[in-house]
């Protein structure tokens, strides 16, 4: 069961979701701009997500599967979180290898 952050507590008062810290991006527009990238833009976008959201957030946001057929690409690109995000998807079935 998912925990999400209250929706009046993950934007601030212009929309800025507290992950987005770094950048003028609202949630809309962030949301718009991860679900039209493709390739290493989209890459950066979803590293992002996962390594700044809560992950009850980030899968709010992205389902699951999504995270594990986008593994091969943002896999390198999640610091420290990595290894949650390897845990959870093997302990759900998916393929976490990276030499795939």
């Known amino acids: 069961m998912l925990a999400p952050t209250p929706p009046k507590r993950l934007v601030d008062a212009q929309g800025r979701p507290y992950f987005l810290w770094d950048v003028e ?29 809560k992950p009850d957030d980030a899968l709010s946001l992205v389902p699951l599967d999504e995270i594990a057929r986008e593994w091969p690409s943002i896999h390198d690109r999640l610091g420290k979180e990595r290894d949650f995000w390897a845990w959870l998807l093997a302990r759900k079935g998916f393929d976490v290898r990276t030499d795939r």
Not at 33 to 48: I, P, Q, S, V
Request: proline residues 0%; without cysteine; hydrophobic residues 50%.
């Open 25 to 53: 991006l609202t949630l809309d527009e962030f949301v718009r701009r991860l679900a039209a990238a493709k390739g290493e833009k989209r890459a950066y976008l979803l590293a992002k997500l996962l390594r700044q959201a």
